[in-house]
């Protein structure tokens, strides 16, 4: 599976930026797709995360609110709505895929597969 994600940029606080995640190659209806971030000297956290297994959708209480995280599952591709943006948000953005178990979905290692980032920098 490749994933490629575009959308990323700079913003003002209480910007709104829209990230999108393409997948390609192998797929399969019982898996998830999710959005994490990494702000530099940081570690990777979870943003939000769609499960098409169980039709559902998952935020870290940092972005709920303000993220909107939604699918296509027949396009494979997602994406992150991010409105009222914070320089706290400043990180880079990856999109991942796998099949994590309910456990493991808001966690790095539910993740078999990552695209290369895009960056996202909201100015104050």
């Known amino acids: 599976v490749q994933l490629v994600e575009s959308g990323g940029g700079e913003v003002q606080a209480g910007g709104s930026l829209r990230l999108s995640c393409v997948a390609s190659g192998r797929s399969t209806n019982n898996y998830a797709m999710a959005w994490f971030r990494q702000a530099p000297g940081k570690e990777r956290e979870f943003v939000s995360a769609?499960?098409?297994?169980?039709?559902?959708?998952y935020y870290a209480d940092s972005v709920k609110g303000r993220f909107t995280m939604s699918g296509d599952i027949a396009k494979i591709t997602v994406y992150l709505q991010m409105n009222s943006l914070k320089p706290e948000d400043t990180a880079k953005y990856y999109c991942?895929?796998?099949?994590?178990?309910?456990?493991?979905?808001?966690?790095?290692?539910?993740?078999?597969?990552w695209g290369q980032g895009t960056q996202v920098t909201v100015s104050s």
């Open positions: 991942a895929s796998g099949v994590p178990s309910a456990w493991v979905l808001k966690m790095v290692r539910g993740y078999n597969y």
């Open positions: 769609i499960s098409w297994s169980r039709n559902a959708t």
